[in-house]
């Protein structure tokens, strides 16, 4: 896949990385700054830590590190997947509330059919968008 000339595309795989280690944090926090990156991507949010994701207090420690992170400038977009049973997108979230209590956005991506359902959840910035669905490609 190639990128447009004026996107700049930087990977860090198969780096154990901890956002609660010092070190990791600083590390990451230097390489945003030297590339300007724009967004950083972790997937999946249990692979970033390594606490009780049910306990409000280490998710509160947890998302204030990616907070940090998001103050250097980029957005931080954390894939952390729902449990399996049924209820609402709220009722879904894994762990504690603190970890949607951090978040600026809550997007819920859901496979319906052949189709991939996107919903907005939360916003802090009043802005949301409608439901909506688009059907994915075979590749």
């Known amino acids: 896949m190639e990128y447009p000339p004026k996107i700049s595309v930087f990977f860090r795989l198969g780096t154990e990385f901890n956002v609660l280690d010092e070190n990791h944090l600083n590390s990451l926090i ?5 590339k300007n990156a724009k967004l950083v991507v972790f997937d999946p949010f249990i692979g970033i830590h390594n606490k009780d994701e049910n306990s409000s207090g280490n998710m509160r420690v947890v998302m204030k590190s990616l907070r940090i992170l998001a103050e250097e400038g980029p957005a931080v977009f954390v894939v952390h997947h729902h449990r399996k049973e049924d209820g609402t997108d709220n009722q879904k979230l894994r762990g504690s509330s603190d970890i949607k209590a951090g978040v600026d956005s ?15 959840n939360k916003c802090q910035y009043n802005y949301t968008f409608e439901t909506f669905q688009n059907k994915t490609c075979g590749c």
């Open 30 to 34: 230097k390489d945003i700054r030297s």
């Open 106 to 120: 809550h997007i819920v991506i859901t496979k319906v059919g052949d189709c991939l359902e996107l919903s907005h």
